[in-house]
Nanobody, 115 residues
Framework: QVQLVESGGGLVQAGGSLRLSCAAS????????MGWYRQAQGNQRVLVATITSGGIGNYADAAKGRFTISRDNAKNTVSLQMNSLKPEDTAVYYC?????????WGQGTQVTVSS
């Protein structure tokens, strides 16, 4: 079992920045990729960005050039720096961890971008 706790969501004006953080509990099995997904009201949950244990990031087109994902393997944390935020970035953001036993999710943190 892996528990993920997100922090850093909130309300920001368009053009502003937010940094999301996620801390994973220690577990008996290793965490491979970690990532961020988001779900806007009425929509499906979609990928924002993922990062491998080796630090290779992968971004959805909507995040490229504005968001940066990073992780600290020693601390079991993953972060998402979001710049130049747009109203369409408004969603609940979920942290995810991939393990040999499957994907684990955090509880989500709300990001609201006002125009």
């Amino acid at each position: 079992q892996v528990q993920l706790v997100e922090s850093g969501g909130g309300l920001v004006q368009a053009g502003g920045s937010l940094r999301l953080s996620c801390a994973a509990s220690r577990s008996s099995f290793s965490i491979n990729a970690m990532g961020w997904y988001r779900q806007a009201q009425g929509n499906q949950r979609v990928l924002v960005a993922t990062i491998t244990s080796g630090g290779i990031g992968n971004y959805a087109d909507a995040a490229k050039g504005r968001f940066t994902i990073s992780r600290d393997n020693a601390k079991n944390t993953v972060s998402l720096q979001m710049n130049s935020l747009k109203p369409e970035d408004t969603a609940v953001y979920y942290c995810a961890a991939e393990t040999i036993r499957g994907r684990y999710w955090g509880q989500g943190t709300q990001v609201t971008v006002s125009s």
